[in-house]
């Protein structure tokens, strides 16, 4: 009887941690990425070589996703992606457009506007 109580104890005690940890993770963000801000703030802060604060196609394509995207999508993916976030078709991703889901994206299931 004492083995089954220290036993069950143990369970619900690592049952109660896992609970704790995923509502923690919660918290802190939706997924991988966190904050879509932060995490546009440090992809325009690792990507931006001309030191604008924004990223141009050419910087984009050298995120560590573009080769993932050329490996899925072929060549076009990256122009495909880029012009998705590219709102104000300015050539540029600004942190706006990056934090942004890109067209077609994070909309599913919600009616259109009229």
């Given amino acids: ?7 069950a104890t143990t369970l ?14 919660k ?7 966190g904050d879509p801000a932060k995490r546009a703030e440090g992809m325009i802060k690792s990507l931006d070589k001309d030191g604008n ?3 141009s196609k ?6 560590p996703n573009a080769a993932k995207m050329k490996e899925k999508g072929g ?4 122009d ?16 706006a457009e990056l934090s942004a889901p890109p067209k077609g994206k994070g ?8």
Avoid: Y
């Avoid at 009887?1 to 036993?7: A, E, I, S, T």
């Avoid at 909309?107 to 009229?114: F, I, Q, S, V």
């Fill in 58 to 63: 050419e910087e984009f394509a050298a995120s």
């Fill in 75 to 78: 060549e076009g993916a990256i």
């Fill in 80 to 95: 495909k992606a880029f012009a998705a976030r590219d709102t104000n078709k300015d050539g540029q991703l600004d942190k």
């Fill in 107 to 114: 909309d599913k299931g919600k009616p259109k506007a009229e």
């Fill in 12 to 25: 619900v005690a690592g049952f109660a941690l896992g609970l704790t940890q995923a509502e923690d993770g």
């Fill in 53 to 55: 604060g924004t990223l």
């Fill in 1 to 7: 009887m004492k083995k089954f109580l220290v036993v």
């Fill in 27 to 33: 918290e802190k963000g939706k997924g991988k990425g």
